[in-house]
């Protein structure tokens, strides 16, 4: 019995004998049943902005359709203004952490003083740790299994998971929208009264001014955005239904949901149908039907009605059709038995079409990172110069195309990045002459493999890095610097190509060139022979 226990019945004189109760300390009671310290709630917060940061990650059952299976939460202790960051993996806190600080800092003009977090492995490391010292930042971390003690970031998070299943569950959106969600219930609690600093804004406490709600939209709302110019002909529509998500960072505009694409846009011209919200015509579970070969080419050949000849005139003999009644091949049927989904086109997720998006996107740093690669490999390869456009000569543009590299786990290995030339603004005669490249016959191949396993030879297999980057170029090509890496005061000049690059017509053939001449000079010659006779020789 406890010493409490024992002293209420003294009172009611239920022990004779007993008038005083004073237990001594005994080991195997508080064993046994020693229980957590009360927590004691403080209502003290920093004096100013970036004082003090909370931030915790939180895990997702699913991955978002960016690839993010985590997010990373910031929160000013001051203003209580929140910053959200969908990641891949944890590993990724520290690069985005380090991205957070040059944004509030350059934004606030002051310096992050002390970030507060849990003792997780992403917030622990040697390097992150060094880092915080470099730059004079004071950490605060919470007792092993006591999350309690960071308990801003952790109800931040509860709030945005709140309202992140109301998000989606009125907009009738699937789970793999989440990040989408939590972004978007991270820019109305910052632009929402909260009682922690007296029913002020956080966006008002952090910059002083009063908020403008004008652009405040229903989340999941079907909206109509317009084409640009170069998309469409003039007897195409002008713009396409889409859902609309949240908003977009640094740039005016809207992120949208084109289910037609399976991508998320950025528009401006964007007309809201907020009335609409659950709208079936623009449900995420749509089933496409996947038409035959022969039933398109069918299709196609429709005529109209039979109508009557015109007196005197030859009777036209109606065209023959099949009466084969034509099913969709097994898998097909099968697959839509059993997912009731089926797509024409499949698209890897997450991956930008521009060097906005890439920007802009939770993936940035990453980005850049394989677009620097990529640039510092064309400067060590010498791929142009920079000079003067000559007169009566037009520049070909470039794009920077992103691919994310996956391993059989379906994990990403890397983020991969390729500077490619508009080729097909190329001018024959001008830009290129010929373009023919041979390429390897399969029946070279299968000789090839048969000696090896005949006379029981090593076969090694190798692959060229950057290979279409190593061929010269005969002609004069000049291009326009690639964009966001124009060199600062020489903006006016053109890169002059010495070597290919990924897009031009003569690429493939400016390789050939340079890998026969090359394995010429080592002794080889070529094979005239033709494959038919090689056989009839080895066997």
Known sequence: MSEQGIKILVEKKLLPGLTKVSLPFCEHCVTSKQHRLKFNTS?????AILELVHSDVWQAPVTSIGGANYFVSFIDDYSRRCWVYPIKRKADVFGIFKVFKARVELESGKKIKCLRTDNGGEYTGN????????????RQFTTA???????VAERMNKTLLERTRAMLSTAGLEKRFWAEAVNTACYVINRAPSTAIELRTPMEMW????????NLHVFGSPVYAMYNAQETTKLDPKSRKCLFLGYADGVKGYRLWDSTTHKVVVSRDVLFTEDKVQDDSISETTTVQVECESERKDSSEAVPEHEENEPGEPEVPEPRRSSRTRNAPDWHSEYIMESNVAYCLLTEEGEPSTLQEAMHGSEASQWMAAMQEEIKALHKNKTWELVPLPGGRKPIGNKWVYKIKRNSDDQVERYRARLVVKGYAQKEGIDFNEIFSPVVRLTTV???LAMCA????????????????????????????????????????????????????????CLY?????????LGYNRLNARPLRILQEIW
């Open 43 to 47: 209502n003290s917060r920093s004096k």
């Open 145 to 151: 299994y006591t999350p309690q003690q960071n308990g």
């Open 446 to 448: 299968r000789v090839v």
């Open 513 to 521: 060139k340079r890998f026969d001449s090359f394995i010429m000079s």
């Open 127 to 138: 390097e992150f740790d060094s880092f915080c010292k470099q730059e004079g930042i004071k």
């Open 454 to 509: 005949t006379f029981d030879l090593h076969l090694e297999q190798l692959d060229v890095k950057t290979a279409f980057l190593h061929g010269n170029l005969e002609e004069e090509i000049y291009m326009l610097q690639p964009e966001g890496f124009e060199e600062q005061g020489k903006e006016n000049l053109v890169c002059r190509l010495n070597k290919s690059l990924y897009g031009l017509k003569q690429a493939p053939r």
């Open 207 to 214: 910059t002083g001014k009063p908020v403008d709600y004008s």
